[in-house]
């Protein structure tokens, strides 16, 4: 049997970056060349498992403790953000990490260091895979996937294992917000599923952001500089002063836990044109609708002070917070706390300051609470991994696939 470090290794060496700008399903076919290397490895494992035209991975291992059963689904994506590259990724294995900074080799100078992210002290000892500097590492969220595929292979190769019926699911496009829009719930045919998308070890999040995307089009007017006075519309300054008149104490980097944001995340412009493109999160749900109001009434001011149709704003929903879908079905949290303390982990419940596909599939019917993978610093050449926690992670999909069989 592999380790989940050797899948992990394998799996983040396939470029799967997504994006945002394609309306294809899934939105980059690069996704497709591991979607297609996990259903064949599922295969290999004796696993039915297809791989359907929009990029959805499902696995089926029937019940070997009788047809009733539950059926129990496990969930993870295979795309990695569009903010940073996820091609040649060079990862850094750091063998009992000793506390100190981390060497970043790809980049002279570039480290991870304990005085930025405290959070390394907690893996002291421990084995960290990091990136080089130069790319993300992916384990966002290819740690859950490797866990998912770990687990596969034990409850495969462990015929007295007793299990129900158990559902495995690999989804594209979930960091662009569309990962399960077209996924058949029906067709997955699981009672209850769990994402394995969440951070550091111990995490538990049944409740998740309200999610938008806003992107504004600012149509400036380019006028010779010698003789603008009175004429000119400079459209980056027009959208300067739209972002400034945004909260500044809500943006992301100055807000923790409900608190909700907005989040810059682009810009591209001239004197003519710009484009500026925005996220919007809150886990109110009439806090969310207040703040796609506000940021529309700042567009309609604009509008007023430099002419209509200076800015075009584009405002579109992504995901809702999946609590009022999940919280009627608590004992599936009460399962997954169970799970972690057999383990020996503490779990830590606390609401996802970001959103996987288990909200969107909750409000499919398929409630779906969200489990760590064990991933810090997602999205970025900061991010890393400990491989204990993604094995820690694999014995909780074990241990609650183990839980529902004793029902």
């Known amino acids: 049997m592999e380790t989940v470090k050797d899948k992990f290794l394998r799996y983040i060496a396939v470029d799967t970056q997504s994006d945002e700008n394609s309306e294809s399903q899934p939105s980059t076919a690069k996704q497709l060349v591991l979607l297609q290397l996990l259903r064949d490895e599922l295969a290999v494992l004796g696993v039915e498992a297809t791989l359907d035209e929009y990029g959805y991975v499902m696995g089926s291992i029937p ?3 009788g047809p009733d059963a539950p059926a129990i689904g496990f969930i993870a994506h295979v795309d990695t953000s569009p903010d940073a590259s996820g091609k040649d990724v060079k990862p850094q294995i750091i063998e009992n990490y000793d506390g100190g900074a981390i060497a970043l080799r790809g980049v002279p100078g570039l480290e991870l260091k304990p005085e930025e992210f405290p959070e390394m002290l907690s893996y ?3 084995t960290l895979i990091t990136t080089d500097g130069t790319t993300l590492l992916g384990a966002d969220d290819k740690a859950g996937v490797a866990e998912i595929m770990c687990a596969v292979e034990y409850i495969v190769n462990h015929p ?8 495995i699911g690999f989804t594209p496009d979930e960091e662009i917000g569309r990962g399960v829009v077209k996924f058949d719930v029906e067709r997955f045919g699981a009672d209850y599923a ?3 998308d969440g951070g550091e ?5 049944f409740e998740n952001f309200n999610a938008a995307s806003a992107k504004v089009h600012i149509a400036g007017r380019n006028v010779h500089p010698g003789y603008a006075k009175d004429k000119m519309k400079n459209a980056i300054h027009i959208g300067q002063e739209f972002n400034s008149l945004l909260p500044q104490s809500e943006r992301p980097e100055y807000t923790a836990g409900y608190e909700g944001f907005y989040h810059l995340i682009s810009f591209n412009g001239t004197v003519e044109e710009a484009d500026f493109g925005y996220i919007i999160r809150d886990h109110d749900r009439a806090g969310f609708e207040k703040r796609k109001a506000f940021i529309a009434s700042v567009a309609e001011f604009v509008n007023r002070k430099y002419g209509e149709g200076t800015v075009a704003l584009t405002v ?3 995901y809702y917070n999946m609590r009022e879908q999940v919280e009627p079905h608590y004992h599936i949290i009460e399962k997954a706390v169970k799970a972690m303390e057999m383990a020996g982990i503490k779990p830590k419940i606390q609401p996802i300051r970001g959103g996987t596909d288990g909200a969107n599939l909750s409000f499919k019917g398929l409630p779906c609470p969200n489990i760590f993978a064990g991933g810090l610093n997602f999205h970025g050449k900061m991010e890393f991994v400990p491989v204990e926690s993604m094995e820690a992670a694999k014995n909780v999909i ?3 696939i183990s839980l529902f069989a004793k029902e």
């Open 63 to 65: 019940s070997n403790i």
């Open 124 to 126: 002291k000892g421990q």
């Open 160 to 167: 007295e294992f007793r299990h129900g019926h158990v559902r």
């Open 194 to 196: 769990y994402t394995m």
């Open 201 to 205: 070890i111990g995490e538990l999040e």
């Open 316 to 318: 579109k929903d992504q």
């Open 398 to 400: 074990l241990n609650i």
